[in-house]
């Protein structure tokens, strides 16, 4: 299993993006122990937007984390208030145990408009020294936050899930 490398202890927090549509064979473990390195190299305050897919997983996992990392601090980032209106059950009985984990909860619209999902993923990009992303596609959601954070925090600041 290939190890996430991180060799600093400059980033101090993290913005985490992700497709919605995970593989079936997507490995929780090594993504904990990715997400794991991350705490340890000094990662203390991941921004989370909760949508469906490596949002949730992620944030899930983040949680669990606490465990061994009490200080690790969650803060949700949610576009517009009624996110999880398309949500399946299990997916909004998953997200609404997340929110009651989360430090911070910060809602950007109160109600669906064109560009929310963008505010929060500019919020994202803007707050966090570093990017976790699972983005294997040139378009959507988490394609504009790699690039976004590529162009203004640099190539170096990003980290791929793979």
Known sequence: MQQLC???????SCAITGHRDLPKNLS????????????????????NGLA??????????????????????????????????????????RYYKVLEECDDVVVFCSEYQRGCYFIRND????????????CLSKSGGAAYTVRAFQKKK???NVRFFV
């Not at 919020?123 to 699972?134: H, Q, T």
């Open 6 to 12: 991180i060799t600093t202890t400059e980033y101090k």
């Open 28 to 47: 929780r473990e090594k993504l904990k122990a990715d997400l794991r390195a991350l705490i340890q190299a000094g990662v203390q305050c991941f921004y």
């Open 52 to 93: 469906v897919g490596f949002d949730l997983l992620t944030a899930e996992l983040l949680i669990e984390l606490r465990l061994e990392f009490p200080d690790l601090h969650l803060c949700g980032c949610i576009p517009f208030h009624g996110q999880d209106r398309y949500y399946s059950a299990e997916d909004k009985r």
């Open 123 to 134: 919020y994202m990009v803007e707050k966090a020294d570093l990017l976790f992303a699972y």
């Open 154 to 156: 640099g190539k170096e």
